[in-house]
């Protein structure tokens, strides 16, 4: 632990004479370049008082006080984050990282940030806003960043334990946007000094994959934890293999950016801690990556399940548009720079990463801030048992608040369809649905729900217990808007073919396609109208070669999202498809009007 104040030397007493409050945690170095600063700034011989900024729980990897000088030349009020000295928390936060990550962001990055949008005239509203910085000693392990208390110019922090409102995560977005798009300004214009900052801002997470295994069993204690506060076994299976691996995945996802045209200087660490309204940030966290990953992180970290339901799509679309805005004041299109199909697919490949961050940040977004003293404590012992058993000591209200926080973010995960690979390896591994239906083939991206109607309505025609083998029913390309499958039946009554059209459960697609909405027109039609049609051609006697051909419907599932059309299969009773990538000759086109 810190030397407490009575073991400081004489000499330092006497420098740090003026000072009062709550500094009796930080270090002899610390304290020293505190004094040097404020002196500096004209402050010699003030009085300075040192209080906490915020509650516990309100931050774990630095130290944060809020430092009140006065003296004859006014007085000023200082953000000062300061490094753990403990060893192992500093190991465990990689504070070295962190708080040289931070001295360059606010040193050199965002000034330059500033300085492009100055030189083309932004308006002070969209400016990037960030706090004066008075002063940085990066030198280990006494690390310091004196901040301006945005408080005294009328920011405020909103509530942790509560989701931000659509109004503020939309403001908050915007000002994502912006960020990110003058990473792309910097790389057009000036990709030295963009370079220059990417090789300079190191991985914080995928640094601790060079931990030894000894220090990285600390993520496995975590998320042994966090599985304890769950009774679900199923909720249990997707916390399995996601906090103890986030320093390699994190290690993988940042070979896989670097040098990639859509990466950009990340803010990284964007929760409600580290927002203050009217808008400032923490950088500690901050690299080159995707901006999937500030999206996710904010999104997933500051809202709950039912905002995120409601709102989700809208913020994509939202975020994008609010970057090509930003871009345009530069020449510069989102359409070129970062398209809209690959922030979706960097949604995807950042989904398994985040998950494991979002899960992470639980314990500490949950905390009252009695229980978020001893999660703080827990990061300076061996081991996160001897510190705490989330059964017996945490207090009845966090534990519940905890645990609906992290059975809200897998939720969301799944509605997103950004687990969906952990959900098919569950469907077809554990569920033993294979096993019970007598399943084989292509059916892993089809889900249970559907699964279980596809069978229920073989056995109503008669197939119960027969083998039933699905295939992709023709090439890539050939079907966009759903799964479809040839299922192949074959039983002691014969066999049979039937064509299901398989819904997206992909939330993303969904949305795009209007699954819903698709799905049920072509129930109405297969159901009712086409029927209709036939009908009306019998009772006038239309010849059978004129009358309407449509496949026979097994049976429609329009539940979503497990949406499930069966019909007959056509190319058992001869028809086939033409080659899409050809022309109909003049006989087809004549035949089909």
Not at 470 to 478: E, I, L, N, R, Y
């Amino acid at each position: 632990r810190h030397k407490p104040v009575t073991a400081f030397s004489s000499v330092n007493l006497i420098i740090m004479s003026h000072f009062e409050g709550d500094f009796q945690d930080i270090s002899e170095g610390q304290l020293k370049f505190i004094k040097n600063v404020i002196e500096e700034k004209g402050f010699k011989d003030s009085k300075v008082v040192f209080a906490p900024a915020g509650a516990a729980g309100d931050n774990y990897v630095a130290n944060v006080k809020r430092i009140k000088v006065q003296g004859e030349n006014g007085q000023l009020s200082i953000i000062a984050k300061i490094a753990p000295t403990n060893e192992l928390v500093r190991k465990r936060v990689n504070a070295t990282t962190m708080f040289g990550n931070e001295h360059l962001i606010y040193t050199e990055f965002l000034p330059k940030l500033l300085q492009l949008q100055k030189q083309v005239g932004t308006t002070d509203e969209d400016l990037v806003k960030f706090p004066k910085c008075y002063g940085t000693n990066v030198e280990a392990p006494n690390e310091v960043i004196l901040l301006e208390d945005l408080r005294e110019l009328g920011f405020s922090m909103q509530d942790r334990l509560k989701s931000l409102s659509d109004e503020c995560v939309s403001s908050v977005l915007k000002k994502l946007a912006i960020y990110h798009s003058l990473s792309y300004v910097l790389k057009s214009k000036e990709p030295d000094t963009y370079n220059y900052f990417k090789d300079n801002l190191r991985d914080m997470w995928g640094a601790m994959a060079d931990l030894p295994k000894e220090e990285l069993a600390y993520f496995s204690q975590l998320e042994e934890f966090t599985m304890q506060m769950l009774d679900d076994p199923q909720y249990k299976k997707h916390i399995k293999n996601s906090i103890s691996v986030i320093a390699p995945r994190a290690a993988k996802m940042s070979k896989l950016e670097n040098g990639s045209r859509y990466a950009v200087i990340q803010h990284g660490d964007a929760w409600t801690n580290n927002i203050m309204f009217k808008f400032e940030a923490n950088y500690q966290i901050a690299k080159s990556s995707s901006p999937a990953y500030d999206f996710l992180y904010m999104i997933f970290n500051c809202t709950d399940h039912e905002t995120r339901v409601k709102n989700f799509y809208n913020w994509l679309d939202y975020y994008h548009s609010e970057l090509d805005k930003s871009l345009s004041n530069y020449g510069l299109k989102a359409n070129y720079v970062y398209p809209r199909d690959q922030l979706d697919a960097d949604l995807k490949r950042y989904g398994k990463l985040q998950f494991g961050c979002s899960i992470l940040l639980c314990n500490v977004l949950s905390a009252k801030p009695e229980d978020a003293a001893k999660f703080k404590e827990g990061m300076e012992r061996e081991s996160v048992d001897r510190t705490i058993d989330p059964k017996k000591k945490l207090d009845v209200d966090t534990k519940e608040r905890l645990k609906k926080r992290i059975t809200s973010v897998i939720d969301s995960y799944i509605e997103f369809g950004l687990l969906r690979i952990c959900v098919r390896k569950y469907w077809k591994q554990n569920s033993g649905i294979n096993t019970k239906f007598n399943l084989d083939g292509n059916f892993e991206d089809v889900t249970e729900k559907q699964l279980e109607f596809i069978n229920k309505v073989i056995e109503e025609l008669g197939f119960k217990g027969s083998k039933v083998t699905f295939a992709a029913a023709g090439a890539a390309g050939d079907n966009y808007a759903a799964n479809v499958k040839r299922v192949k039946v074959e039983g002691e009554k014969g066999s049979l073919s039937i064509i299901a059209k398989i819904a997206p459960i992909n939330e993303v697609v969904r949305h795009r396609l209007n699954a819903a909405l698709s799905f049920c027109n072509e129930h109405l039609m297969y159901t009712e109208y086409l029927p209709k049609l036939l009908k009306l051609q019998k009772d006038a006697g239309i010849p059978e070669d004129e009358q309407i051909k449509f496949p026979k419907c097994y049976g429609t599932n329009i539940e979503a999202p497990h949406e499930v059309i069966l019909l007959e299969d056509l190319k058992v009773e001869g028809f086939t498809i033409m080659n899409r990538m050809k022309s109909l000759s003049n006989e087809c086109v004549t035949i089909v009007y």
